[in-house]
Structures are given as structure tokens and as C-alpha cells.
């Protein structure tokens, strides 16, 4: 007979199961809730705080540019973009879909287009960049961040955007967003100079984003003053930490918000009327010659406009340019491939990045050094005979027997018997060949080449200038060495005396040019080439006022190193002397009064001074229009000039690429950017003239 189980007799190994069990279970969450408490705690709880603050970037406004008479070079517009925040949206399908009926009838997007099953161009979606249909991109925008406005049309009018506004309280949810684009009222004119914005690139984002900057938001300069002076035109974005819930909505601030720092306005040295006076004398020279010669001859030059005695830049011109206005809001990729295209360069400043054979303007190097050296004197003559050419004996080492070479003079009818004045007012070939390399015993030695490269650099040659704009290069004035580096052979006679013509292996840009003249009309003294004449905060205050800045001195500052007589370099250095200065300055009048120049500036009523230049040339670009004929090479046009002649205020340079004779292209347009400067002097004077 079984033994009958009564309530509550539970065999002992069941019960001691039961509470095994109850206490595994018991102990285990135990010890998951000590070990997320206590061992994982603090990061879980730094996660919670992650997910509840949001870092909002309140975005600042760009400083504006402005030219030396307050004349607005860039500044900031408002734009408008329609928006949608999702979560705002009528709960209503019916009610939101009429909203966007109504709204697309406004803004011209379509309620319905596009599949967001396609899932390369949901992954590729980009707001205002995409043929989506407004329901399509709300729907992408709820599923990432739907309390975050998604933008359904950019750029409206402004009676658009009014419009938009008006309907609050009818379209919950559609708002209007402002955003600054760029604008440049000069857009061509000074695109150059002032340049364009542009997102921040990917290499740079890490930088940016350090300093409080918004990749897909805010924009640095890519170019022009926009880029060498970004750091303070760009300000400082202001900061607010707000506490957000599950789904993104801002709740409340957890600290007190950070006010943007608008960016510090630049005035520029710039004068945008002899900006514009200045890229017209040169594009109507250019399309003359073109029309002359029923053939597209120049393509691309260069003007330039400096105050000797401050440095002030006020005018610089690289033609072709282009419109920065079309890269206000965003940089189109047709327009953009247009440009990098183009074989002119119109995104390359030439004024500071090409670099080219200066030609006769670089005679005055050699003309203050062997003045200075006193390998000529003043009224020493040289003869350029009739014949126009002179014979050397071309040598790459000094014991070779070498080669019989002719140098000739531009004037095939030569020039006679020429001085210093003479022979810069002639740009008599002849005579700087003898003055450089030696000839006989008419210049038992010249002054050759280590010394041309001292007197060169000492006016500027061979190094930046440190202008404000990104690009600029260095020129060349080169030596034994780096022939011997970069040819692999040895300096021959013959290029002693072609470096002296500018030629050969010599290059520059054409404000290196400018510098250098500038430097003799200021008496020897190199103020420091700029573009920005102060720094003002928002309010207007001037920070940073203009403070000319000198580099040196030729006639005071020791620059000349002295080598000894088997040519090699003591470790002492000398200055010019004042007197070696003025003798170039009455040679450069004498160019103008009764020389090279003396047809262009006919009737000119400032006392002027200057040099020309016809520089040989035979890069890729005449290598592949098979122009580069032995004898008969394409030829660049340079003129340099000062005015007044006692008091100098503006120093000119005019290059043409491809130009021909300098007197004959880039003269007229040296005078006729000085005509305008003392014109619009006497217009801000109160002066009329007649």
C-alpha cells in the first residue's frame, strides 16, 4: 500500500533545487547590476550624459573686405532655404500631404519623385542637390533626424521666403533657414585679388573642426585674400550645449550658450577705380594688337600699381580672371573644369605665380652693379658699332680654347659710342654685354656673374616679396651652381652676358619687376609690398592700423658681398652707393625724355621715368604653336615706370604675353594707368582738370 504525499511535504532535494536556482538567478543579476553600477558604471553613465547633450554650432559671419575707400569688395548676403523639420509635421497624412501640394506649387519641387528604395541614391541624397520629390526627402530626413530642419528648396527670393513665413501658423513645420553666402559686387574686376570660398577641403577637415568649424557648413577661402588672410576674416562659431531627448528635440540648455566672433573686416590698399581703369588698359592693348594683326597674338598679361615710399599695392591685374560671384553659394563643377581647362590660366594670379624672362628691365641689375663696382664710370663710353653685334669667345671652362660667338643689339644699326645714362635710355644690348662680361681692353672685366646675382637679389629678385596672396613664387637668378645642379654642365662665358639681358636662364615674376624699380625710385629703400592697409573689428575700430614696412636699404643696409679677386666671396658685404642710385634714375628719365620710351609718353605732363623690355621666350606653349624660329624667337612686352620723377607715388608694370616690343604694347598701358591715378587724384582733390 502506497504511502499518500500530504501538502506541504516537499521531498528536501526538490526544495534545496528550488532555492539553489532562486539564489543563481538572484546572485547573477547581482552581480550584472554591480558590475553596470559600480565596475562599468561611470561609463555608462558618460554615455547617458553623450546621448542627452548635443553640441549645436551657431555659425559666425565672415568679415567683409573692403578697397582704401571703403568701397565694399566682398561682404555677406542672407540666402533663404525652404525647410522642413519632420517631427513638426500635422499627425494628419492628409493634412500634411495638402501642405506639401501647396508648398510645391510655391517653390516648383515636386510632392512625389524618385523611388527611396533605391538605395545608392538614398546613401548619395544631399539636400538641393537632389531630384527627390518633397515627400521622398522628408521621409529620408524623419528616419535620420526628425527634429532637425532638412532643407526641400535653397536659394529663394526673398518674396519667397516672406511668403513661406507668412504661412506658420498654416504649415506646421515648414520654416525658412538663412543662411550668409559670399558676395563680391566687384565680381572680375578685383576676382584676383579678393579670390572665392570654398568647402573645407577633406584633408583639412580634422584642423578645422578643432578650431569649432562645421565641415558640410561653413566655407574657407580657396583663393585671394579670401585665402592668405582666411585665419582672420573667418571669426569664431559660437557654442550652445542642450539637453536632447530620444528623438533629437532640443528639451533645454545645460549651460549658458557661447556667442559666435564675427571675423575682423579688411580694408585693402586697393583702389578698385584704378583697378578697373587698370585691367581695361590692358585688355583694350591686348584685343588692339589682336585686331591689328587679325590674330589672337596675346592672350594673358599683367598690371601692377605700387606707392614706392609705403609699399601699398593699388592696383594688380591678372588677365584673364573670372567671376567669383559664381562661387558665391557653392563652386560649379562645369564652371570650375571650364577654368582649370582654359590654357590661359584664368585661376593662376600671374601677377605673382608665373615667372618669366624679365628681358631689358632686368638691365638695371647689372647696371647699378657695374656702376657700383666701378667696372664703368659715368661718363665712360662704350661703343655698340654700326654693325649692332660684337664678337666673344664662348668658354664652359678657363683653359679651353672655346668658340667664336656673335651677340647682337636690338638695333641692327647699332647705337655709337654710349655712356650710363645712354646706355639704359637706348637699352643698347652692347653696352650691358661689355658691362657684364668684360670685352678687351675696352671693360678688362666686367662685372660678372656672381656679382650680377648679388645686385639682382638686393633688389628683389630671387626671393617672394611676402604680398598677402597665396601662390606666390621665387623667380630664378641663377648661378654656376645651380647650373651645374640642374643643366649638368658648366657656366659658359656667353650666359654672363645673356643673364644680363634677363634672358637665359634668368626668370621673375612681373611684381618682383615692380619691386625692383620701386626700389630705385624710393632712393634704394625696399618697403615691403602689401595689400592690406588696416584690420577693423565689427564695429569699425581699427585693430591693426597700416604701418609701412621697410626690408632694407641698398645704400645704407650692407646687401653686396665683396669677392676678392679670383672671384670668391670674402664673408664682407658693401651698400650701393646714393650716387650709383641717381645715375640709374637720370638713365630711366633719360628713357622716357629722349630714349625707348620717349614715343609712348609723348605729351605726358608728369614728369615720368622708366625702362622697356623685349623678352625672349620659348616655353610649351610656343614650343607647341611652332613659333620658337632660330633668330627670330616670340618675344614678351615689359615696361616698368614711376611718377613723378622727384617724388615718386605710383610705380607701374605692364606685362604681354606674346606682346612684341615693350615700347610698343606695354608702355601705352603703363601711361595710361598713371594718366588715371593722377586724374583720380585730382578728382578726390576737389582738382578738376581741363
Not at 565596475?39 to 553613465?45: K, N, R, T, Y
Not at 661703343?383 to 660667338?405: F, H, L, M, W
Request: proline residues 6%.
Amino acid at each position: 500500500m502506497n504511502k499518500p504525499i500530504l501538502r506541504g511535504n516537499i521531498e528536501r532535494w526538490r526544495m534545496s533545487l528550488f532555492i539553489g536556482i532562486v539564489c543563481a538567478a538572484f546572485g547573477f543579476f547581482v552581480l550584472r547590476l554591480f558590475q553596470l553600477q559600480i565596475v562599468q558604471g561611470e561609463d555608462f553613465l558618460t554615455r547617458a550624459e553623450d546621448n542627452r547633450r548635443e553640441e549645436i554650432s551657431i555659425q559666425t559671419q565672415r568679415g567683409v573686405i573692403y578697397d582704401r575707400n571703403d568701397f565694399v569688395l566682398a561682404r555677406n548676403l542672407a540666402a533663404y532655404n525652404v525647410t522642413i523639420t519632420p517631427a513638426l509635421l500635422p499627425d494628419d497624412e492628409g493634412a500634411t500631404q495638402e501642405i506639401y501640394r501647396q508648398l510645391s506649387q510655391l517653390v516648383e519641387v515636386p510632392v512625389n519623385n524618385g523611388d527611396i528604395e533605391d538605395e545608392a541614391k538614398v546613401k548619395a541624397f544631399k539636400p538641393c542637390a537632389t531630384d527627390f520629390g518633397i515627400t521622398q526627402v522628408v521621409y529620408i530626413a524623419f528616419t535620420n533626424a526628425p527634429y532637425d530642419p532638412v532643407r526641400i528648396k535653397c536659394d529663394v527670393d526673398r518674396e519667397t521666403a516672406m511668403i513661406v513665413q507668412e504661412k506658420a501658423n498654416d504649415w506646421p513645420g515648414v520654416g525658412i533657414e538663412i543662411e550668409p553666402v559670399r558676395e563680391y559686387p566687384t565680381g572680375e574686376i578685383t576676382a584676383e585679388i579678393i579670390g572665392f570660398l570654398g568647402p573645407i577641403p577633406e584633408r583639412d577637415v580634422e584642423f578645422y573642426e578643432d578650431q569649432g568649424f562645421v565641415a558640410d557648413r561653413d566655407k574657407v577661402g580657396y583663393s585671394g585674400v579670401e585665402a592668405s588672410l582666411n585665419d582672420l576674416l573667418a571669426g569664431k562659431n559660437g557654442e550652445r550645449i542642450v539637453e536632447v531627448d530620444g528623438a533629437g528635440q532640443i528639451m533645454r540648455d545645460l549651460e549658458p550658450p557661447l556667442d559666435p566672433v564675427p571675423g575682423y573686416n579688411i580694408r585693402l590698399t586697393i583702389d578698385t577705380r584704378l583697378q578697373n581703369a587698370a585691367k581695361q588698359a590692358l585688355k583694350g592693348e591686348i584685343q588692339f594688337w589682336n585686331t591689328y594683326f587679325n590674330e589672337i597674338r596675346s592672350s594673358n598679361g599683367v598690371v601692377i600699381a605700387i606707392n614706392p615710399q609705403t609699399g601699398e599695392i593699388l592696383a594688380l591685374v591678372s588677365y584673364p580672371s573670372f567671376e567669383n560671384n559664381r562661387m558665391g553659394r557653392f563652386i560649379p563643377a562645369y564652371y570650375y573644369e571650364q577654368l582649370s581647362r582654359d590654357q590661359n590660366r584664368p585661376l593662376f594670379n600671374h601677377a605673382i605665380s608665373a615667372e618669366h624672362p624679365p628681358g631689358s628691365v632686368y638691365k638695371m641689375a647689372a647696371a647699378v652693379g657695374a656702376l657700383n663696382e666701378g667696372v664703368v664710370s659715368e661718363s665712360q663710353q662704350l661703343e655698340c658699332p654700326d654693325a649692332g653685334k660684337i664678337t666673344i669667345t664662348q668658354k664652359y671652362s678657363v683653359n679651353e680654347t672655346g668658340t667664336d660667338r656673335e651677340y647682337v643689339c636690338w638695333q641692327e644699326t647699332g647705337h655709337g659710342m654710349v655712356d650710363f645714362q645712354h646706355g639704359i635710355a637706348y637699352s643698347c644690348d652692347v653696352y650691358f654685354y661689355k658691362i657684364s662680361g668684360g670685352f678687351g681692353d675696352e671693360v678688362k672685366e666686367g662685372l660678372g656673374v656672381w656679382r650680377m646675382k648679388e645686385y639682382a637679389e638686393a633688389l628683389g629678385y630671387g626671393a617672394p616679396t611676402g604680398i598677402e596672396l597665396p601662390g606666390e613664387m621665387s623667380g630664378l637668378v641663377p648661378d654656376p651652381n645651380w647650373k651645374r645642379v640642374n643643366v649638368g654642365e658648366n657656366w659658359a662665358t656667353g650666359d654672363t652676358y645673356i643673364a644680363s639681358m634677363g634672358q637665359g636662364y634668368v626668370l621673375s615674376t612681373p611684381l618682383q619687376v615692380l619691386v625692383s624699380f620701386a626700389i630705385l625710385a624710393n632712393d634704394g629703400k625696399y618697403m615691403k609690398p602689401t595689400l592690406v592697409h588696416d584690420v577693423l573689428d565689427a564695429e569699425g575700430n581699427v585693430v591693426q592700423p597700416f604701418e609701412p614696412t621697410l626690408l632694407w636699404d641698398i645704400t645704407k643696409d650692407p646687401m653686396i658681398e665683396i669677392y676678392d679677386e679670383n672671384n670668391f666671396p670674402t664673408g664682407e658685404f658693401k651698400v650701393v652707393d646714393p650716387s650709383v642710385v641717381r645715375a640709374a634714375q637720370e638713365g630711366m628719365r633719360l628713357a622716357v625724355t629722349g630714349g625707348t620710351a620717349e614715343r609712348p609718353f609723348e605729351g605726358f605732363e608728369i614728369p615720368a621715368a622708366g625702362k622697356t623690355g623685349t623678352a625672349e621666350y620659348c616655353d610649351n606653349v610656343a614650343q607647341e604653336k611652332d613659333l620658337c624660329k632660330p633668330g627670330n624667337w616670340p618675344t614678351h612686352s615689359w615696361y616698368v615706370g614711376y611718377a613723378p620723377y622727384e617724388d615718386p607715388e605710383i610705380a607701374v608694370v605692364a606685362f604681354v604675353y606674346n606682346g612684341g616690343e615693350g615700347a610698343s604694347v606695354a608702355a601705352p598701358i603703363v601711361r595710361a594707368v598713371m594718366e588715371a591715378y593722377f586724374e583720380l587724384k585730382d578728382i578726390d582733390s576737389g582738382r578738376t582738370t581741363e
